[in-house]
């Protein structure tokens, strides 16, 4: 990455390794970093809290009424299309 760059991750913790991002972060190798997932939560690796050009956030993105309402509408039609013995239809694997 460029040293210009900032990294967001909102995706999963694991597909950034937090001890290579605070090196990263120290050595100015990238600018900054944005993230709302974590490695290993509900703990972060250390070093990222003290660092000055790090956001962190609790994941909570998904936490609407709209959203979740949505959500369990979605698991309910996955268990109904399992239980006639379809295929789920938000099915990942």
Known sequence: MKTT????????????DE????????????????????ENEPE??????????????????SATIETRTRMAGMACDNLLAGLAGKRPPNCIN
């Open 5 to 16: 760059a900032v990294l967001i991750n909102t995706l999963r913790g694991l597909v950034v």
């Open 19 to 38: 001890k290579a991002l605070v090196a990263a972060l120290r050595s100015a190798e990238i600018r900054c970093a944005g993230l709302d997932v974590y």
């Open 44 to 61: 972060l690796s250390g070093g990222l809290a003290e660092l000055d050009n790090v956001v962190l956030l609790p994941h909570v993105g």
